[in-house]
């Protein structure tokens, strides 16, 4: 084929492949039909066009260089600053399933967080967890927060801005009132007269308070105004029940057998201490073997007496007597004092009570 033929077929418009055009004449080869196959192939092998499938270098191409500068390569990494905007997916950030009740381990796990129980110790200020550190609630202070230091019970002592508890100044009582180590004390409202004779067997409470300040005492005693010849009494002090008004439990402190036989003060020292709280009101107890009458606080004290004792009958209350002494009264055999716990009181209005006088030890 001519170069003029070639130059004209590359003019025309030839059909795709495999398709015939008329009779061509292809030197050293007999006149037939030609293909566009054919035309293509011969070219091919003159030189004068590239085969269908070939390559190019890089160079080749105008501007290809440039544009491949700019793209990265087709395995790569970022960093994560490169992330500058929009939210990353959950399963980007660990394992597990990522929900409302799930957060993110260090270990890069959605989980639910394990329980924590706490028990705090308030002897030791101890808050124990089981998932953490356990930590020891700290004291207050005059210039820390914290918890209130055990106040050691009582009714006389209050905490401090320092975080301390004590005596407020000037209250608690002073050595005014009579409330000094070794001294006796009569803590009574009242005018004192002598008593009636008592029966024997029967346990007197009248009582007694409260108390101006905390004292441990050690001795009991009461004054004998009716002799009772070779019979014998025994003193004892009882607490107060908050809830019903009346003695309860066991004597706190009490004495053996004091002699009646002569008129006199009678006591008992050198008692295993009791401890007396400020505030508080108590029983003084009285019981003897015979029928000795005891000293007692006066008519004109009977308004004290039954506003401290108070009775369900009003008559107990306002007699109309001039000695309605309001008392009480449990039938009792004398040499022990019972237990008033569940004791069953009678109130009697004669002045057949006694006074017991303590003596002060110390004063905690």
């Known amino acids: ?63 290809l260089t440039a544009a491949l500068a700019g793209k990265a390569d087709t395995g790569h990494t970022h960093g994560a600053g490169d992330i500058t905007s929009g939210t990353m997916a959950t399963a980007r950030l660990g394992g597990g399933t990522a929900n409302g009740t799930t957060f993110l ?64 100044g000037g209250g608690g009582g002073s050595s ?23 029966a024997a067997n029967q346990l007197r409470l009248v009582k007694m308070g409260p108390l101006n300040r905390t004292i441990t005492v050690d001795g009991l005693a009461a004054r004998i105004t009716t002799a009772a010849a070779s019979q014998n ?28 036989g002569s008129a006199g003060l009678v006591s008992g020292t050198g008692l295993s201490a009791a401890t007396l709280t400020a505030g508080e009101v108590y029983w003084a107890a009285t ?24 009775s369900a009958t009003l008559g107990n209350i306002s007699s109309g007597a001039a000695v309605a002494a309001v008392h009480l009264l449990v039938t009792h055999t004398f040499g022990t004092f ?3 716990t569940s004791g069953s009181f009678s109130e009697s209005l004669t002045q057949s009570f006694g006074l017991v006088f303590l003596l002060v030890d110390t004063l905690p």
């Open 1 to 63: 084929m001519s170069g003029k033929l070639i130059d004209e077929l590359d003019a025309a418009t030839l059909p795709l492949t495999g398709a015939e055009l008329g009779p061509v004449q292809i030197p050293g080869q007999p006149a037939k039909r030609a293909t566009v196959d054919d035309i293509a192939a011969r070219a091919v092998a003159s030189g004068s066009a590239s085969p269908l499938v070939h390559g190019h270098v890089i160079g080749d191409v105008s501007g």
């Open 105 to 168: 381990r260090g270990d890069q796990q959605w989980a639910v967080p394990p329980a924590t129980d706490l028990t705090y110790t308030a002897a030791t200020r101890l808050l124990e967890s089981s998932t953490g550190a356990d930590v020891t609630l700290p004291l207050m202070a005059s210039g820390a927060a914290g918890l209130a230091p055990a106040s050691g019970g009582g009714t006389t002592n209050y905490l401090r801005a320092d975080g301390t508890w004590a005596a407020p």
């Open 176 to 198: 005014l009132d009579g409330y000094v180590a070794n001294n006796w004390i009569a803590p009574y409202v009242g005018v004192v007269a002598a008593g009636v004779v008592t």
């Open 233 to 260: 009494c025994q003193l004892a002090i009882y607490a107060s029940d908050d809830a019903t008004g009346r003695p309860t439990g066991t004597p706190l402190i009490s004495t053996g057998n004091l002699s009646t």
């Open 287 to 310: 019981i003897s073997s015979g029928a000795p009458a005891f000293q007692v606080l006066s008519a004109a004290t009977v308004p004290p007496m039954a506003r401290d004792i108070g």
């Open 338 to 340: 019972p237990d008033l």
